[in-house]
């Protein structure tokens, strides 16, 4: 399996500021995937990042506020833009295979804006 | 009706003792099921996984998957306080479009063993 690291571990933000989380592979992936996790909920999928074209947004997540940059195999950022309280949650990156089945992944990154 | 249910929990059981995990889904395109074990503060780690009908067996592990109930469990054998965690449900679906390589997520079953 893919070993996934992920920048910030965690940070403290400011209302209305912008953060930009790294997600780095160790090999080259097919899919890479954002997901949210709110406190005490389940994961949420943000978007598909995809290499080369526009990152494929699910129902209720819009480009504005997460923008999303797949440069490469191995690498891709989320942004959260104008961030509220409401955006405190765990962000993860995870990827897999061409298939896009078994998924990894990274160790989240916690966000707590206030 | 949610995508996919899970019972949150919390089930608690003793140390030794069999630990049943249940999944009900409603997208019948799903192809693949997925059970991530997850620690709290930590993120989602793959434990299982299965694709056809029946059963598959890792470990103390088992999934039993029966498509036509659209239901998947998990089934930890000798449960240990090691397995105290959320255990998420997610299957998978190549529906292709939008849907390609999505895991949808259930709310999770919180697990206790207790010694």
């Known amino acids: 399996s893919a070993v996934i690291s992920q920048k910030p571990s965690r940070d403290i933000c400011q209302r209305g500021t912008s953060l930009t989380i790294q997600c780095q592979v160790d090999?080259?992936?097919?899919?890479m995937f954002w997901y949210r996790q709110q406190p005490g909920q389940s994961l949420t999928l943000i978007a598909t990042?995809?290499?080369?074209?526009?990152?494929?947004?699910e129902s209720g997540f819009v480009i504005d506020k997460f923008p999303i940059s797949r440069p490469n195999l191995t690498f891709s950022t989320l942004t959260v833009s104008n961030m509220s309280p409401e955006d405190s949650s765990i962000y993860l990156c995870?990827?897999?295979?061409?298939?896009?089945?078994?998924?990894?992944f990274g160790p989240g990154t916690r966000l707590l804006v206030l | 009706q949610k995508e996919v249910e899970q019972n949150s929990g919390p089930l608690s059981v003793p140390e030794g003792a069999i630990a049943s995990l249940n999944c009900t889904y409603s997208?019948?395109?799903?192809?693949?099921f997925f059970w991530y074990r997850q620690y709290s503060g930590k993120s989602p780690e793959l434990i299982m996984f299965?694709?056809?009908?029946g059963d598959k067996e890792d470990g103390r592990f088992t999934a039993q998957l029966n498509k036509a109930s659209q239901y998947v469990s998990l089934l930890i054998r000798d449960s240990q306080p090691s397995d105290s965690a959320t255990y998420l449900c997610?299957?998978?679906?190549?529906?292709?479009?939008?849907?390609?390589?999505?895991?949808?997520f259930g709310q999770g079953t919180i697990l206790t063993v207790h010694p």
């Open positions: 995870s990827s897999s295979g061409t298939g896009g089945e078994t998924q990894y």
């Open positions: 090999s080259q992936v097919t899919m």
């Open positions: 990042a995809n290499q080369g074209s526009e990152a494929t947004y």
């Open positions: 997208d019948r395109g799903s192809q693949s």
């Open positions: 299965i694709y056809s009908n």
């Open positions: 997610a299957p998978y679906s190549n529906g292709g479009g939008t849907s390609y390589g999505k895991l949808t």
